[in-house]
């Protein structure tokens, strides 16, 4: 029955992951037809390179689905630091590529790589691997110092990709760390206070004129719609639109030159449109099954690496999926975060299935992990 069980988290994983990513495909189609007619003469433009990224990840996923994942364990660290070096790559002149003030791309020609979209998988694979360790779960848990040595190892990686002008995959990468820290059996008191020093950090960010501006167009985007709350005015517009069963996929109107970012940042916005209220919620069911199968999988895993990895994989896909929603939905500031598997970004979509594979490959392990003698 156990081995039944396990072998269905597997399955279920692969079939929400490639379900995900048609309904992406669709929907990037849905979205950026018109434009990509309108920039380079070919309605298929966008969906012709997610395809293909779409082939390289499943390809990825499937790779790492049927192999050991512990085989890769002694190589975090070397994965680590080359993933660094990458994220040091993008301010170098040439290569570097910046667009709308954010530098986050090595420019490679007919694609454009995003390193921390990598970086977010290395740096939980690595502190995965380092945290189910006992030795270093003892010192988590017996000192502050012990516990901010985690932290020392994570800041570098967190502050270049804030550097960038990325503020939400910092967000997304410090609620993964608190939470492998908490499985590592760190203290309340030290999560609470780094919590209470992050709250300042994120404060002094907010200075920033352009996201200063964010933050007021959050608490009342009609007061400047055509400024500041923009974009999720539109967003807004866009999903009540859609109302309860949606215009039908490929019928909205928002996406053409109303909502910005249609295709990549605000695809959730276009969903509520075409597919309306009952297929939002059909998602966000998807969404939380996805949820609850990664962490099946978690208390599955042969032993404590593999239950970290899938903790911290899952919550990374996760509250990057639930965070996207939110700010489309009004919930939370805008920010630029993809959507994954759904939004437009070859980094974004061959990151998140690779993440998916490590879990296939945990949740295999799990099937064929013998039974105890009784």
């Known amino acids: 029955m156990k081995k039944a069980r396990s072998y269905m988290n597997e399955v279920t994983m692969s079939a929400l992951s490639i379900s995900f990513v048609c309904l992406g495909l669709l929907l990037i189609y849905s979205t950026s037809s018109v434009f990509s007619m309108q920039e380079f003469g070919s309605q298929y433009h966008f969906f012709y390179r997610q395809f293909l990224f779409a082939c390289v990840g499943l390809s990825l996923m499937t790779v790492l689905g049927l192999s050991d994942y512990r085989r890769v364990r002694p190589y975090a660290l070397e994965i680590l630091l080359v993933s660094g070096l990458l994220l040091l790559l993008v301010f170098v002149p040439h290569l570097g590529k910046e667009v709308r003030g954010a530098r986050r791309w090595i420019d490679l020609g007919p694609v454009n790589f995003q390193p921390s979209e990598i970086v977010k998988v290395t740096l939980v694979f690595f502190l995965a691997s380092l ?187 996760g509250m990057q999926m639930l965070i996207n929603i939110a700010i489309a939905l009004g919930l939370l500031p805008t920010k630029g975060m993809a959507l994954p598997f759904l939004s437009y970004g070859g980094s974004s979509l061959v990151a998140t299935l690779i993440a998916v594979g490590f879990l296939i490959s945990i949740a295999r392990q799990g099937v064929m992990r013998p039974s105890p003698r009784k």
């Open 131 to 317: 945290l189910s360790r006992k030795d270093v779960q003892m010192a988590v848990r017996g000192s502050l110092s012990g516990y901010l040595r985690v932290w020392l190892i994570s800041a570098p990686f967190i502050g270049l990709v804030l550097a960038q002008k990325d503020l939400g995959t910092p967000v997304v990468l410090v609620l993964a760390v608190l939470l492998l820290l908490f499985l590592a059996g760190a203290r309340a008191k030290h999560l609470l206070l780094t919590l209470s020093a992050a709250l300042p950090g994120a404060g002094l960010l907010c200075l920033d004129n352009h996201r200063w501006q964010r933050l007021v167009s959050f608490s009342n985007p009609w007061a400047d719609p055509y400024g500041a709350g923009y974009q999720l005015v539109q967003s807004l517009i866009s999903l009540g639109k859609g109302g309860l069963l949606g215009v039908g996929l490929g019928n909205g109107t928002q996406k053409l030159f109303y909502l910005p970012d249609a295709h990549t940042d605000f695809i959730f916005s276009v969903m509520g449109e075409e597919l309306g209220m009952v297929g939002c919620y059909a998602f966000l069911l998807l969404v939380l099954l996805f949820v609850v199968i990664g962490i099946r999988i978690a208390l599955r895993a042969p032993e404590p690496f593999g239950a970290f990895l899938a903790c911290g994989l899952t919550c990374l896909v």
